[in-house]
């Protein structure tokens, strides 16, 4: 988990309200990555950034949205919770070359339950 | 349906024997990793194999990767408690250099002391 936090860590809402993850990191990586984490299905990829106000979709990309204005910090936010959306969030960082590119560095993870 | 199906599911040992877990994946891969995830926390990175390599050690880890039946096999050695957790495999499904990680569903580990 080093270099990488989560915020909230725990957050429980209701259904139709707007919530936001934040993801901080301190390791200066160009690449930062969303998953959710759902008992059967494993982590799947929701949305990741390359960089800078760059990013793009995953395999389970509908109901979120995602920004990085900073290198820092990567932001994911649900327009309008669901249950569906009840599960464990992990953001993972990835450097720009080499090992570390190829490597992902994960954050403690979210705990989300929705209402 | 996933890219990585490891097997088993689950996997109960007496410490001090091996372990060995399997996964599958369907699309060709430039590179595969195992990572160990702790109860409640988050993905800690064990070992990555290249398409190109059949065989990595690290410690008491031993991956295998065989490219012709798209398997790869994750043995642990002389097991401790302490490795208790869930395992995972991820493949970069995707050709185009963006690196996204496809990651299997897990095996979980029950070392018993």
């Known amino acids: 988990d080093a270099g990488i936090t989560q915020s909230p860590r725990h957050k429980v809402t209701e259904t139709g309200t707007p919530v936001t993850l934040r993801c901080h990191q301190t390791e200066n990586h160009r690449y930062m990555y969303w998953y959710r984490q759902d008992p059967g299905h494993g982590l799947r990829l929701i949305h990741y950034s390359y960089g800078v106000k760059d990013t793009d979709k995953g395999e389970v990309s509908d109901g979120y949205s995602v920004s990085r204005s900073k290198t820092e910090d990567f932001l994911l936010t649900l327009e309008s919770a669901t249950s569906s959306q009840t599960s464990v969030y992990f953001c993972?960082?990835?450097?720009?070359?080499?090992?570390?590119?190829?490597?992902?560095?994960f954050g403690p993870g979210t705990r989300l339950l929705v209402l | 349906s996933q890219q990585g199906e490891e097997d088993p599911q689950a996997l109960s040992i007496q410490e001090g024997e091996n372990a060995t877990m399997n996964c599958s994946y369907k699309?060709?891969?430039?590179?595969l990793q195992w990572y160990r995830q702790n109860s409640g926390r988050g993905l800690v990175h064990l070992i990555l194999?290249?398409?190109?390599?059949r065989e990595k050690h690290s410690g008491r880890l031993r991956v295998t990767l065989d490219t012709s039946k798209k398997s790869s096999s994750l043995l642990i050695t002389a097991s401790r408690a302490a490795d208790t957790a869930s395992y995972f495999c991820a493949t970069d499904a995707d050709s185009e250099g963006t690196y996204k990680y496809i990651f299997g569903t897990g095996t979980r580990l029950k070392v018993l002391a």
């Open positions: 993972a960082i990835s450097g720009s070359s080499g090992a570390l590119r190829e490597t992902q560095y």
């Open positions: 194999i290249r398409s190109n390599e």
């Open positions: 699309t060709s891969i430039n590179n």
